[in-house]
Each structure stands twice: as structure tokens, then as C-alpha cells.
């Protein structure tokens, strides 16, 4: 498909997954930016975290910004050693856990990734990873695949690894406001009690900020191969 003509549109649960990408852009709004994704006009949208903040956001860009292509961007965990935390990641098929539809991207290739309502757990990860032939999981991707289908607009995923398969980490879903909003003083004091968490958290913080910056170059040269 030739992408000359698109409108591009970035989505992504957090501020923090679009931080590189968006360095110099306008700002539009909170936590919405416009500029450019290599050579396509973009918006990039922080939505919040799960699958209807990330439903809610696909919509917005495509109403606003007239989007045709949607880009599910941001961070993922490693659901098995087939990836590693820092790298960044171009997504081939997107299956939602809780409905078993598939999504596949219009990228030539690449990993599968699992969407899950909440943060996968540790001692599940191996078993999920059987179950649907994936190697990723997330919480937002397959929200925005569908209402890529829905809209009939093209549908890419770009995930960077913040996470190992057996990095214990806290549910992070328990702290997450109505509009998909962290509750960051919550769960600071959650963690700030529970030292089981905390060597994980500190290499998830250290993995991703590489993995922000390895994923502007996967979205750029991801959208330039599927001319």
C-alpha cells in the first residue's frame, strides 16, 4: 500500500512510551502532538492505559485527525527467552485473550502479540505463551486493531520489551484510574512495602527508556517497507 498519501496516527497507552518519538512535535493537546513519523504526517496520542481507553483514542484520531492508518505503539512484556527486554519490535498478528479474534497487521512480518485486561503474571506467562503461539503481551493493541478493522483503515503494531518472561512485577491494572490514568501515588506506595517487586521495577524502569527510543526507528523503517 502506498502510505504517501496517509495520515498517521500513534497510539499509545502512556506519555512516557512517546517521549522520543515526539521530541520537537506540537504539542495539540494534553498528552496529543502532531509532526511527522519519517516521512508521513503523524499525530501521536497517549490514551491511557487498557483496551477502552485505547478504543477511545483510535476513535479520536480517526475523527479528528482523519486518520487511515492506526499505529498501536508503547511498551510490552516478554512472554518467553524469544525476546529480550530493550528491544523494539514489529507486531505480524495482535489476538485479544479475552474474545479469541485475530488482528493481523499489515506489516510483512513479525512477532505475535497477545492482549490481556490486565498485567500477566509470571508463573503464566510460559503457559499463555503455548496457548496462542505468542511471544508478547500487552493490554491495549488489540482495542486499536479493532476499531481498525471496524473503521476499514490500515493497522500496524510497534512494541518495545520492557519486561523479561520472568520479571515479577505488580498488577499494575489495580492502579488504573476509570480513564485509563496511572495512579502513580498509589501504586508508589503499594511497591514502596513490598520489596519482592522492586529489583523487577528497577530494570523495567532502566528497559523502557532504551526500548522508547529502539521503537522510533522500528516505526520509521516498519512503515517504509510496507510500500
Known sequence: MNLNMNRIAVISALPGELKPLVRGWERRGRNYWAGRAGDYEAVAIAGGIGAAAAGRAAERVIGEFKADVLVSFGWAGALTCAVKPRMACAISEVIDAGTGERFVTDYPGGYKLITLDRVARADEKRALAAQYQAV???????????????????????????????DLLPDFSKFVGRRG???????????????????????????????????????????????
Do not use: H
Open 181 to 227: 490514568e496511572f495512579r502513580m501515588a498509589a501504586f508508589l506506595a503499594y511497591a514502596a512495602v513490598r520489596p519482592k517487586y522492586w529489583a523487577s521495577l528497577r530494570r523495567l524502569g532502566k528497559n523502557s527508556n532504551v526500548a522508547s527510543s529502539a521503537m522510533v526507528s522500528i516505526l520509521q523503517e516498519g512503515l517504509k517497507r510496507s510500500l
Open 136 to 166: 508478547l503481551v500487552d493490554m491495549e493493541a488489540a482495542a486499536v486493531a479493532r476499531v481498525a478493522a471496524q473503521r476499514n483503515v490500515s493497522f500496524y503494531s510497534f512494541k518495545g520489551v520492557s519486561d523479561g518472561y520472568t
